[in-house]
Every structure is written in structure tokens, then in C-alpha cells.
């Protein structure tokens, strides 16, 4: 199940307070979410692209912009530009301490914002809108009774959705003078737009507009029967999945070294989860690794539990291949395994006498009518199990350095 991460990062002008929707595992990539005009990151459409994104493998970043929400700063003294810049600090924390988003997504005026902000953030190789307009000073419409009194007096409060915000001449000459057509022309990365035809606040003309002036590659993709919001479950469903089948063709990791044919060969890299977050390849299977919290993020087993696991996993098997064998009637195997570190002097099987060792306790439940020599000799053949015999054996381990 994936997790959510709150976190607070430096803004424009001020804290910024987010979300990261974290999936189980390594992240296939990492994205920013970029909300509406005057919404939030906790909105419907945010909240449910993010986590089906993340059930899709995607890490997803969604924050507050300056003066909404949990963030910092005065909503009056934000502007077009201060969202930009907003969206480059957000990616900036994430290239600091997890990893650079590859992909933006932005909603309604967010998508104005993530086409801006694509050329500060290398690392992009997809950008997709969702109801975005094609010219941020759309916007305007939406106050539009209220423009002249901005003008004339410098500010004014207008009522949106419901709520009043004020609304300052410097957003309009700043939304007024963004060249959002060249940069969408200068798009250096693929792009998806999604739009609903019964748009009922930002027309589907806007998505035309934006798809005939970006170069390739290029996609659109009508959310058809959805209103702006995207307020049906269902809509914010189709929309991540379309998103996460766009966005593997562009930027997700690139394929791990197949080490398939060669047996035993594993390859750990860190997955910049968190401080100690792992990504292990073994035979073309993918697993992670971390320390629990508070010391790692806990997005896997920690190195114990993998050892754990791998002699509980072996010693089933065993079991089962013995039974299977001499046809005995083993209906289930079930091993519990416990790691802790003990005195010496309350081991006594072992070698050494003195200080701390380590104690592996491994419970094994046989089901079946088995007679109690069968049962016997079950447990016999768990110590003989190969993970077993290693961790009793001589290992040695030969380290060099690769330098990349």
C-alpha cells in the first residue's frame, strides 16, 4: 500500500508544505503535481492522480503554492511567476533528497505553470496538462467583474469557488506578460495533454491550442465526459492510468542489467529513498531495502530481514522437496524467524564464550498427518537446508572497487 510522506521545503517566498505519495518499493520515477488556481494539494483530483500514479510505481510530489493551504507567504503577493518558482524549489528538494523529477503534471493553471517551469528543471522528459488554458491570463475570466476595480485601484478582493482571495494588479501584469506560447514551442520534452470536450471553466479549444504549437512528441487524450475538477473517481482513475503508460515511454528508469543468466549474481543500487532506501536486482526480480524508521524511511526490509527471509524461504523448501520425496502427507510449511543479539555464556552450543553473538530463533510449523518420526525427521533435514549450512560454514568475501 502506498504511503504518504508530509514535508515541509524552501519556497518563493516562504515554507511550502507538501506530500509525497510514495509506492511500495522503488519508485519507476518521480513527479510533481502542480494544482489549480487557488486550490490545494489536498484537492479531490490531486489527492486521487497522486496515489493511483504511486500504485502505478510513481512517486508523486504535490504541494501548497505560496499563501494556499499549509504553505507560507500571502496569496495577494503571488503571482504566475512565484508559482514557477514555487515549482522549481519543489523540484530542486527533490533532486536533494530523493531524486529529480522526471515528470510534471499540472492541473488547470497548474499545467500553465509546469509547461513554464519545464525548462528550469533538466531532469524533465514528460509534461502533461490536465484542463490546462493555453495562455495563463485565462484566468482572468474567472474575476472578470472584478478586473477593473484591480486596475483603477491596484488590488481587489474577489470571490472564487466559493471563497475570497485578493487579487492584486502586479498578478495581472505578471500573468499578462508570460510568453507561455514560445515555451510551449520550445518544449524540450514529450508531452501529453488531457482534456475533457465539456470542460466547463477551461475549453477543450485550449488543448488544441497547446498540442498545434508544442513540437513532437506529442499526445492528446480527451477525458471525455469529465467536468474541470475531475471530481468522479473515475475520471482521476483513467487520467493516472493513461499518465503511467504515457510516462514509462519517457521517463521512467531505464531497464536494470539483466543479470538472469548468471546465477547468483545480485545487483544492490540505492534508490534515493530516503538516506539509506536500496533497489536489489536478482534474477531479473526486483526488491528493496532500508533501514525502519527513524534511521531509514522503511520502504523495505532491512538487511536482517532479507537474511531472515532468505533462511526461511530455504529451509521451506527443503522441507518440501524432502516430503515431497518420500510422499509424505506435509499439507503446509511455516517458518517464523526472530534475529536478536545474546551473551555468549546463554548460548550453549557454541564455540565462543565470551561477549555478544547472534541468535537466530526459527519456529517451523509441519501440517499434515504425519507420524511424530516423520515430524522428526523434517526437522533434521531444516538444518541441512543450503542458506542454513552457509550461515554455519566459512564464507569468504573478496571486495574490489569498480570505479564508474
Not at 517458518?335 to 555468549?344: F, T
Not at 538444518?383 to 569468504?396: G, I, M, N, Q, Y
Request: contains cysteine.
Amino acid at each position: 500500500m502506498a504511503e504518504t510522506l508530509r514535508l515541509t521545503f524552501p519556497g518563493s517566498q516562504g515554507d511550502l508544505a507538501g506530500r509525497i505519495e510514495l509506492p511500495v518499493g522503488t519508485p519507476r520515477a518521480w513527479a510533481l503535481f502542480a494544482h489549480c488556481f487557488t486550490c490545494g494539494a489536498d484537492i479531490v483530483a490531486a489527492t486521487r492522480i497522486s496515489r493511483a500514479l504511486a500504485e502505478a510505481g510513481v512517486a508523486v510530489l504535490r504541494f501548497d503554492f505560496t499563501g494556499l493551504g499549509h504553505s507560507d507567504g500571502e496569496f495577494a503577493n503571488a503571482t504566475f511567476s512565484s508559482n514557477i518558482d514555487d515549482l522549481v524549489h519543489a523540484a530542486d528538494h527533490l533532486r536533494a533528497h530523493y531524486a529529480a523529477p522526471t515528470i510534471l503534471i499540472g492541473h488547470s493553471l497548474g499545467g500553465a505553470a509546469v509547461l513554464a517551469a519545464a525548462e528550469r528543471v533538466p531532469e524533465v522528459k514528460a509534461v502533461a496538462t490536465l484542463g490546462a488554458p493555453a495562455d495563463p491570463e485565462h484566468v482572468t475570466r474567472m474575476f472578470s467583474e472584478g478586473a477593473e476595480r484591480i486596475e483603477a485601484e491596484g488590488e481587489a478582493d474577489v470571490c472564487l469557488a466559493g471563497r475570497t482571495f485578493r487579487i492584486t494588479r502586479k498578478f495581472l501584469d505578471d500573468i499578462a506578460a508570460q510568453p507561455q506560447a514560445e515555451r510551449i514551442a520550445k518544449l524540450g520534452a514529450a508531452l501529453l495533454v488531457m482534456h475533457s470536450p465539456v470542460d466547463e471553466l477551461v475549453s477543450v479549444d485550449n488543448a488544441r491550442r497547446i498540442f498545434d504549437a508544442a513540437r513532437h512528441p506529442k499526445s492528446f487524450v480527451a477525458v471525455d465526459g469529465a467536468d474541470h475538477l475531475l471530481t468522479r473517481p473515475g475520471d482521476a482513475r483513467f487520467v493516472a492510468s493513461v499518465l503511467a503508460a504515457w510516462a514509462s515511454r519517457y521517463a521512467f528508469d531505464p531497464e536494470e542489467p539483466d543479470v538472469s543468466g548468471e546465477e547468483g549474481a545480485i545487483e544492490v543500487s540505492e534508490s534515493h529513498v530516503g538516506r539509506y532506501g536500496q533497489r536489489i536486482r536478482a534474477a531479473g526480480h526486483a526488491l528493496t531495502a532500508d533501514e525502519p524508521k527513524p534511521t531509514g524511511a522503511d520502504s523495505g526490509p532491512s538487511p536482517y530481514d532479507l537474511l531472515l527471509a532468505a533462511l526461511g524461504a530455504c529451509t521451506s523448501m527443503t522441507v518440501r522437496m524432502y516430503a515431497d520425496r518420500k510422499q509424505w502427507p506435509l499439507d503446509d510449511v511455516h517458518v517464523a524467524l526472530r534475529h536478536a543479539k545474546i551473551h555468549a555464556e546463554d548460548c550453549e552450543n557454541c564455540e565462543t564464550e565470551s561477549g555478544m553473538i547472534d541468535h537466530i530463533e526459527r519456529r517451523i510449523t509441519l501440517t499434515g498427518a504425519l507420524d511424530d518420526d516423520q515430524r522428526t525427521r523434517l526437522l533434521e533435514i531444516a538444518d541441512k537446508c543450503p542458506v542454513h549450512r552457509t550461515l554455519h560454514a566459512e564464507v569468504d568475501v573478496q571486495t574490489s572497487e569498480v570505479r564508474g
